[in-house]
Each structure stands twice: as C-alpha cells, then as structure tokens.
C-alpha cells in the first residue's frame, strides 16, 4: 500500500488530506483537521508519502481528432477558412486523410496518444474518420504503441490510455451494413456537422444508433448556427463547439440536457472563442477537448490556461453574464467528461480504481480555492507522480526535471454510458 499527501480535489472543492491506496483500489481518503495534518489510519507510523502536492483525478480530453497530427506544421501559416481546412469530403484535412499511407497514419495517432500520455491525460475520445478502414487504423496505433513501449523490451515507461472511438461513415450516406459494423467496432459515431449532411440520411443514421444504444456525438454551430431543433431531434448524446449557437439555442440544449464539449484553441485559430460564461449560465455541463491534432497539441494544461484566459477577456467585455472560476474550469477537465460521458461519480472515493495525478505547486495555497487558481497556470512539467489505474508494479525509470514521474498503470474496461 502507498499513499500521497496534501490537497485533494473534491466536487465541492479541494481539502487537506492524505490517500491510501493499494494497486487495486483508492483505500483510504484522509481528511486533515484544520491546522494539522494527520496521516490515514491505514499508514504505518513511518511510512513516507510517494509524493506531496495537490492531488486530482486524471485529465479526459473529451474531444480529438488525433489521426490528422503530421499536418501540424504546414497548417500553422493557414489562412484559409474552416470550411476549406475541415469539411468533408473535400477539405485540405480530408484529402490528406484519404491520401496518407496507413503507416503515416498510425504515426500521427501515435504521437498525438504520446503527448496526452506526458501531460496527465489517459483517457480520450476521438472522432476517427475513415469509415471501417479508419477504425481498424486507431486500433491498430494503440495496440502497436504499447507493443513498441513494452518495458520487457526497452526500458521506457509503459502505460496505458483508454482510447474512446467515435467512428464515422466513409461517405455522409446512411448505410445499415456498414453501420452495424461502425457500431460494433466503436462506442458509436462522432459526425461532421448537421449541415454536412442530408436531413433525411443524418435522421436515419441517428435512429439506428439510437437503436444500438451507442453514444452519438456531433460537431454543431461551429462555422455557421445550424438549425438546433433538427439536430436535437436527433437524439445526441453530446454536441462539439456550439460557437454561433444563440441564447434561445443554449437554452434548448440545457433543456434536454445535453452536454456540450468546447475547445477553444480550435476555435481561436479561426478566429472565435466560445461564449464560456453564457453556457454555463444556462446550466450546461461542459467538457474541455483539444480537437484537431494539427490545430492543438492534445494537452489538456494548454486547454486549460487558454479557456482560463478568455473567460477573463469575457469578464471584461460588456457582455459577461457571469464569473467563471478555475474550479468551473478545472471540473471541465477532470470531472464533467466523466459525468457525461462515463457514468461515474464525482471526484475521488474510496473503494475506486485510483486514477489521479499529483501536481507540484510553489505558490501559496491558504484554501481549497487557491488550488484551482494554482492549475489555471500549471504545465505537465509540475507532474510530480501520476497513478493510473492499478498494476503490477510501479515504474520509476523517467525523470522529469530531476523530479520523481512514477507511473501506475493497467489499461481500463470501465464503458462510456451509452443512450
Ligand atoms: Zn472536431
């Protein structure tokens, strides 16, 4: 059994204390008394703590599109429109993707599934394009990553990330064989934006998910607002971006409560930045994603210092309609994904998998709200220790700027909620 000190996140907010944990599970989680701290019950009188700093659960990046990474580079100096760089099937992104071999590809996915890995997140969910072919390519990234990082072999660390896909149809045509087998092989679909679409294929294609029970996930309002009664007729379990959504458009979507998934980074290269504080306003549950991997590395400390900013340049605007604070962002990231997306509780308990990461801090944190404030600037490079899920062993072989980086890890089979 190990344990780890000092300020641990909690849906209320952060409060002193230790926890115990055995590979399996989260033993115990210890409540210091105020002015003093106390170690767990279930700690030796002597035993030293692997890691003191403040403690959350693992990032989710709840939004990627990890295959598109090699383009990186050459899109930087992009001055086109988003239409032109992302839409199917004609876009700079797609003929890339329809051109690329397999093995550049799965080099692209591998790289994007690295740079989540080093910065804290180990759960993800990407919107695979590419039909079948295009699944079969994901699978193959992730198995072949891990082959490649086997400790038995190398002395690099091995860990795991549990890889959500969201598939897609090669052509925006509802086809029944080739959704059963798109269902099949994913947690369901991640589609283009309604407009993309036929009306009457797109409400085919939502009621055979539907039926499946799978998740259906859709890019919505990005570039232009789009009719938001029809998408919601679709039944989705969770829309992307909602940029050019109105105010009455938000409204009907906490109505049915509907998460919504923002990335602002995405957005501020074409120019736009979601409106944070209205969404939040209506009472929307939101989740933070990097999106494309050529527009944003899938690091979710980026993602969250850049909504942290423009929600100060939304509070010094005229048109505010509240406060957003680090805790409303930070939930974003670690907690509202997995109330959205995987049926489980809020922050961490005992008796869970542990899953959490431990961040070093130099500034002073007098109460529970100054370590929200303290992650708002935070970079992986305060990761002191990271404890994935349970293992076998502990690995102590990568240092980080002379700093301990120890990582548990067993890959999960917890399920995305489906409806
Ligand atoms: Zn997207």
Redesign the pocket.
């Known amino acids: 059994m190990s344990y780890v000190e000092g300020w641990i996140f909690h849906e209320d907010g952060f409060f002193r204390g230790g926890i115990s944990f055995s590979n399996e599970k989260i033993i115990e989680i210890f409540k210091s008394k105020p002015g003093k701290f106390a170690r767990p019950k279930s700690i030796k009188k002597n035993e030293k703590p692997l890691a003191k700093g403040i403690i959350i659960p693992t990032f989710v990046n709840s939004?990627?599109?990890s295959a598109d990474r090699a383009l990186r580079a050459h899109v930087a100096s992009y001055t086109g429109t988003l239409k032109q760089l992302?839409a199917p099937p004609l876009g700079i992104k797609h003929r890339y993707l329809a051109n690329a071999s397999k093995d550049e590809l799965i080099s692209s996915i591998q790289t994007s599934i690295s740079e989540m890995l080093n910065s804290g997140t180990y759960t993800f969910l990407d919107?695979r394009e590419g039909g079948l072919e295009g699944l079969e390519i994901f699978k193959n990234a992730i198995e072949k990553y891990f082959e490649k990082n086997d400790t038995k072999k190398s002395n690099i660390v091995q860990f795991k990330i549990n890889a959500y896909p969201l598939s897609r149809p090669i052509e925006n045509k509802y086809k029944k064989e080739e959704l059963d087998l798109l269902l099949e092989h994913s947690i369901g679909l991640?589609l283009?934006s309604f407009v993309d679409w036929n009306e009457d294929e797109i409400r085919k294609v939502a009621s055979h998910v539907k039926q499946k029970g799978k998740v259906l996930g859709i890019?919505a309002s990005?570039r232009i607002r789009e009719n938001i009664d029809k998408i919601l007729d679709l039944s989705p379990t969770f829309l992307?971006?909602m940029l050019e959504a109105t105010d009455d458009d938000l409204e009907k979507v906490a109505e049915f409560n509907i998460p919504i998934v923002i990335?602002p980074r995405?957005n501020a290269f074409f120019g736009k930045i979601p409106n944070v504080p209205l969404m939040l306003k209506k009472g929307i549950l939101l989740s933070l994603?990097t999106?494309?991997s050529m527009l944003s590395k899938p690091d979710m400390f980026r993602e969250i210092e850049f909504t942290f900013r423009i929600c100060r340049i939304h509070h010094f605007s005229k048109n505010a309609k509240m406060d957003v604070k680090p805790m409303d962002i930070l939930k974003m990231a670690v907690q509202n994904p997995r109330i959205a997306f995987m049926n489980m509780k809020k922050g961490l308990h005992e008796e869970d998998t542990p899953d959490f990461i431990i961040l070093r801090t130099d500034s002073i944190i007098n109460k529970g709200e100054d370590c929200a404030g303290a992650l708002m600037h935070a970079s992986k490079d305060d990761i002191i220790l990271a404890v994935n899920r349970s293992c076998d062993r502990a690995y102590r072989t990568h240092t980080n700027r002379n700093r301990r980086l120890g990582i548990f890890q067993k890959s999960s089979s917890r399920r995305l909620g489906n409806r």
């Open positions: 939004h990627t599109h992302v919107f991640g283009s890019h990005e992307v971006h990335c995405a994603g999106d494309n």
